[in-house]
């Protein structure tokens, strides 16, 4: 039974009588024992909110940060039931609606809609829905308790697009979709041309210039059908917020530009997030199913207080990988763990493959080091100049290792890396 406050106000003026009328409260239980009953048969003739028959409809999915709505459809097969609702989710899904006030006859049906705004990547389960049923005298109630269950799924953002029209039109440039045609080692055979001042005179087609009176020329386009890996640390190291996200978040919309440029490309794209175990697998999804895949897979990745064992991620994969691939790897440039951890498993990755080791860069760095208005900011901008030049320090040793790095800002990172798939792109080496 739930009491209304109707009902306490009931209980206290009647006391408030029987004090003023009758000093010693001789009839204090006369005016509960009134009390309990007019509260009893207001609970008798309130309808019953476990007969309410509940179920779902409305958004499965949404991006996070974008609005959502889940649908709830009461039946009421009994008397009628008046009060209110309470739709419960987990805080992080973000629900922006107070309970709903429910008045509902016998033999009816109502939809009640919920506008949920999602914080957090990831499933976001409804939990109990919680209906209070008051009485026609307003004293009491009864309440009751549904399992309605729904799930939404929180993807990632995907800010990035923003960036994707225009390496899209350097690509078309590159695949000889306009007048720009360039030529690199392991490139394909695209076309003729008569040659002009300032063109490389290693593409000169001496056999087709003889037939003709002038001299020719040998196009190329880059090509296409090659594998492209995105490998994602999930480990400690992308735990750390880099302005309003976690690192893991800003590697996580890099990936999804670059699955979308290198797909729009022709090459199949992959994907691995991986810490000491494997937290996402998608391998090889047809072009049209890339970004739904990859959205999916990456919702419910959440970054792991554990070392990052680079020897799982080597070996991951090289098992995956067969003929000569784009290696994306989106980790930290942590001095310690990149020269105890990845530097010394790293080699037959980059024997039998391009690798791009991408980071995030901290802003914060930048701003510490240019202010200098007191001993405090002093020491901290001693701090920052030392770790940037452990950043470099590091990078150094990774591009005489083989490897391609790109240390960008969180606002920078998506693109610059895509820039540097083009130009891998451009230079023949993909």
């Not at 974008?66 to 459809?73: E, F, G, H, K, M």
């Not at 063109?199 to 087709?208: G, K, L, M, P, T």
């Not at 970004?291 to 090289?318: E, K």
């Not at 150094?396 to 969180?410: E, F, I, K, S």
Request: proline share 6%.
């Amino acid at each position: 039974m739930v009491l209304t406050g109707r009902a306490g106000v009931l209980a206290a003026a009647g006391v408030l009588f029987v004090a003023v009328l009758m000093p010693r409260w001789a009839g204090v239980g006369l005016v509960v024992a009134v009390v309990l009953v007019v509260c009893v048969v207001d609970l008798l003739l309130a309808g019953s909110p476990r007969r309410l028959q509940l179920s779902r409809e409305g958004d499965t999915a949404v991006r996070l940060g974008q609005p959502a709505s889940v649908t709830l459809l009461v039946a009421n097969p009994g008397r009628r039931v008046k009060g209110l609702l309470r739709d419960a989710w987990p805080p992080s899904a973000g629900v922006q609606d107070p309970p709903h006030k429910l008045d509902l006859p016998g033999g009816e049906r109502r939809r009640l809609t919920t506008h949920l705004v999602p914080t957090r990547r990831g499933d976001r389960h409804a939990d109990r829905v919680t209906v209070r049923s008051i009485g026609p005298l307003g004293f009491a109630g009864r309440q009751g308790a549904h399992k309605v269950p729904w799930t939404v799924r929180a993807l990632p953002p995907f800010n990035s697009r923003k960036h994707l029209p225009s390496r899209l039109a350097r690509l078309r440039e590159l695949d000889g979709r306009t007048a720009l045609l360039v030529r690199g080692q392991g490139t394909e055979f695209d076309s003729l041309r008569d040659y002009v001042p300032g063109d490389d005179v290693r593409s000169i087609d001496w056999r087709a210039t003889a037939r003709r009176s002038s001299v020719v020329l040998r196009t190329w386009r880059p090509e296409r059908d090659r594998q492209v890996a995105i490998v994602i640390d999930s480990g400690r190291m992308s735990a750390g917020r880099v302005g309003d996200a976690p690192r893991l978040d800003h590697a996580m919309d890099a990936a999804l530009l670059l699955a979308a440029l290198a797909t729009r490309a022709g090459d199949r794209v992959s994907l691995l997030a991986c810490d000491s175990e494997v937290r996402a697998d998608v391998r090889r999804p047809a072009p049209q199913d890339v970004l739904p895949s990859f959205v999916n897979a990456l919702a419910n990745v959440d970054a792991q207080l554990v070392q990052t064992d680079f020897r799982v991620v080597v070996s991951q994969v090289l098992e995956r990988l067969g003929q000569r691939s784009l290696v994306v790897l989106l980790t930290g440039l942590d001095p310690a763990v990149i020269e105890e951890s990845l530097l010394p498993v790293i080699g037959p990755l980059l024997r039998r493959h391009v690798v791009v080791l991408a980071s995030v860069a901290d802003p914060r760095l930048t701003e510490m080091e240019s202010t200098l208005s007191d001993m405090i900011e002093i020491y901290g901008a001693a701090s920052a100049a030392r770790t940037r030049l452990d950043r470099e320090r590091v990078t150094a040793v990774l591009t005489r290792a083989g490897a391609t790095v790109v240390d960008a800002n969180p606002d920078q990172i998506a693109p610059a890396l895509a820039d540097t798939y083009l130009a891998l792109k451009k230079a023949g080496r993909l």
